[in-house]
């Protein structure tokens, strides 16, 4: 589908939306400015139909562009955490460097650091997987503020 496309290219989805839109605009323009004579309640259902129509194409398209984008950010977080992991493991890293082109220093340090659960983090339903999930978005969030780590494949 082409909206999954636009996602890919990073077309704004406002800008795709306005389009469609506008689309609809002009179509309704050219079948009231050719309508003369023509009874008003059959203009009342075309209008009604295109609006349905509207909808349902603006709705998959956006279906659509959403699901690819979510695509698109999960593939670009794989390759980053996959080599994370494989330089903390020890492991080789030859391959995901090879294959994503991510240049990796000759020699680099480690931090540890420990980022404690605050306590509204528990409660009664809440597993350790979550309330990690909770401190690392935390985390996540205020690194992308700096400027400096924006970037940053956390």
Not at 45 to 74: D, G, Q
Not at 91 to 104: F, M, N, Q, R, V
Request: with cysteine; aromatic share 6%.
């Amino acid at each position: 589908m082409a909206a999954a496309q636009w996602a890919r290219d990073g077309v704004p989805i406002e800008r795709i939306n306005h389009a469609i839109h506008d689309g609809f605009r002009m179509m309704m323009e050219l079948i009231s400015s050719n309508a003369f004579g023509t009874d008003a309640s059959y203009l009342a259902r075309v209008r009604r139909v295109a609006m349905e129509v509207l909808e349902t194409v603006t709705s998959t398209m956006s279906f659509a562009y959403v699901k690819e984008l979510h695509a698109v950010i999960a593939e670009n977080h794989r390759i980053p955490r996959a080599l994370t992991v494989a330089l903390l493991g020890g492991h080789d890293t030859l391959t995901i460097t090879h294959e994503s082109g991510i240049k990796i220093a000759r020699s680099y340090s480690v931090l540890a650091v420990h980022f404690p659960a605050r306590r509204d983090d528990y409660n009664s339903t809440s597993s350790t997987h979550i309330i990690g999930g909770r401190v690392l978005r935390r985390i996540r969030v205020s690194l992308a503020a700096q400027s400096r780590w924006a970037r940053c494949p956390c």
